[in-house]
């Protein structure tokens, strides 16, 4: 018997490609754009994502033939609120500048449309298992165009990645300048644009 | 479908028990968020008086507090600039408006510097920092700013190193020993000009941030003058 059924393998490979959460079901953008300043933030970001949506949906699937249908998207969201809580209160203890930067994008999780969406969508008619990896497959799908809007943004706006510098000294006293548009909003609009409008081709959708 | 008691059952429960989560993750983590803010504020102290850790890269906690420990003294002043009793840790900026925090930078009972507390208005947010001056009191020895919303790579260049050392050296106080603060000009400092000596560098594009911090450096030095008035007149 294999490992993981067929089932579970689309739940987990799914949203990391064919139905990305950001490139196509095009959800949870505002901390796309917030959060993508800094390739370390986008990482962190990721990793709190990838934490709230694994637990979020386990959670409600093990809940999910009890919980009553009249109030079940209170219910999701306490379950989601309380997570996201708890998740800031460590990051405020543990990585206290982290925390500092990403300010409110992290108790933002709880708006954030792919954690929701995915307890509705999936969770509720799925087992735990399957649950927690469709979490886990949307989590990276959603870090991966994070990861990638950011390394474009910090390289293109601040000449490094990941902190470090990459464009060289020489070069900016030779007269090149760092693209002040892309620490701001704007700059993130384009570069997530751009990584749509290539992952849509690759992925052979047209138009809807 | 389900009974309402079932629900109201249900939702109870799971209310109860979410609520018991947080408060233990809550009070559980309370202590170390208390001190990576304390470290925090006591790096950016240290940060205004141009102390860096020893080993060029990042403070340790123990350094900062050590650091710290052996050369800062916070006291609080009331509005005539006498020592009181208070603790700085215990006044709340928004709420005792007549006493003011000060911290003392002493080695030996020498006094090398003074650090006070910032903050007002830019153009989107309000900002916050440390302002630290020389024993005479009245040439600025650092800034810093450790909380702000302003645009990054506008507004945002406050934090920059080259906008705050422009600072260091600048008089507030002109000949006649009045507080005339210390002013952010457009473009860059007419050396020539007879205000030079409390003139800095401003930031293209962020007019208002740059007035902005004007106003509030002014107002905020304004609170602390009847102490630096009664320094003086014990070293002079």
Redesign the interface.
């Known amino acids: 018997m294999a490992l993981l059924s067929k089932k579970s393998k689309e739940a987990f490979k799914d949203p990391l490609m064919a139905s990305n959460p950001i490139s196509l079901q095009v959800l949870g953008i505002c901390s796309a754009l917030a959060v993508t300043?800094q390739v370390q933030t986008a990482v962190v970001m990721t990793l709190a994502v990838i934490a709230v949506l694994a637990a979020s949906n386990t959670t409600i699937s093990l809940l999910r033939n009890?919980?009553?249908?009249?109030?079940r998207i209170?219910?999701q969201l306490?379950?989601i609120a309380?997570l996201v809580?708890?998740i800031d209160?460590?990051l405020?203890?543990?990585m206290?500048d982290m925390s500092?930067q990403l300010s409110v994008f992290i108790a933002l999780i709880i708006t954030n449309c792919i954690v929701m969406g995915r307890a509705e969508a999936f969770a509720m008619q799925n087992n735990p298992k399957d649950s927690f990896l469709d979490g886990v497959g949307n989590g990276l799908g959603y870090g991966g165009i994070l990861i990638s809007v950011a390394v474009f943004r910090e390289f293109l706006g601040n000449g490094s990645v990941y902190g470090v510098q990459i464009v060289p000294e020489t070069l900016y006293s030779y007269g090149y300048e760092n693209m002040?548009l892309m620490?701001?909003a704007p700059g993130a609009f384009v570069i997530l644009g751009l990584i749509v409008w290539l992952h849509r081709i690759f992925a052979g959708i047209e138009a809807e | 479908m389900r009974s309402n008691s079932y629900t109201l059952i249900f939702t109870s429960l799971i209310t109860i028990f979410f609520g018991f989560l947080l408060s233990v993750a809550a009070t559980s983590l309370k202590p170390r968020q208390d001190i990576n803010i304390e470290i925090d504020m006591k790096k950016n102290i240290l940060g205004a008086l141009g102390i860096e850790p020893k080993n060029s890269g990042k403070w340790s906690i123990d350094e900062v507090q050590k650091v710290y420990r052996e050369n800062i003294v916070g006291i609080v002043l009331d509005k005539d600039g006498y020592e009181t009793d208070k603790d700085p840790k215990n006044i709340d900026a928004d709420k005792d408006m007549n006493f003011f925090p000060i911290y003392i930078h002493k080695t030996n009972d020498n006094i090398n510097g003074y650090v006070i507390p910032i903050s007002g208005k830019g153009l989107w947010s309000t900002l916050y920092g440390y302002f630290a001056i020389e024993p005479d009191c009245e040439t600025a020895k650092g800034i810093t700013f450790y909380k702000h919303g302003e645009t990054p790579g506008l507004g945002g260049e406050v934090e920059k190193k080259w906008f705050q050392d422009n600072f260091k050296g600048k008089k507030f106080i002109d000949g006649n020993n009045t507080l005339v603060g210390i002013q952010v000009v457009k473009g860059s400092v007419d050396k020539s000009s007879k205000e030079a000596y409390r003139q800095v560098d401003g930031i293209s594009g962020a007019t208002i941030t740059s007035k902005g911090l004007e106003v509030f450096l002014k107002e905020d030095l304004a609170k602390y003058q009847a102490y630096f008035n009664l320094n003086k007149e014990v070293i002079g």
Do not use: H, M, N
Not at chain 1, 66 to 71: D, E, F, L
């Open positions: 300043v009890k919980i009553p249908g009249k109030v209170i219910i306490s379950v309380t809580i708890v209160q460590i405020k203890a543990y206290y500092r002040g620490v701001l």
